[in-house]
């Protein structure tokens, strides 16, 4: 199920503390993601592969955030469903 709006979990492993955002991929919230790219280290990029109609859209959301410099030099997984 998509995500609505957005949520975070904080999970331990180990001594260290990690805050997961689950930033929701629909177009109208993606302005919102850039305010996240300064604080974090690291990004998963999920892509819903069952609509093959969206794969495009998804190809160009994505390459709108590795071009941004906050994200630049972090490391990024894309990980198809």
Known sequence: ???I???SEQVSVGDNLITL????GGAR????WRNYFAD?????YVVD????QRLDESR?????VF?????GGKPCLVYCI
């Open 1 to 3: 199920m998509p995500t």
């Open 5 to 7: 709006g957005f949520t």
């Open 21 to 24: 955002y689950d930033v929701g």
């Open 29 to 32: 919230i993606r302005d919102i």
């Open 40 to 44: 974090v280290h690291g990004m998963v």
């Open 49 to 52: 592969s069952s609509q093959p």
């Open 60 to 64: 160009t959301a994505v390459e709108t």
């Open 67 to 71: 071009k941004d410099p906050l994200i």
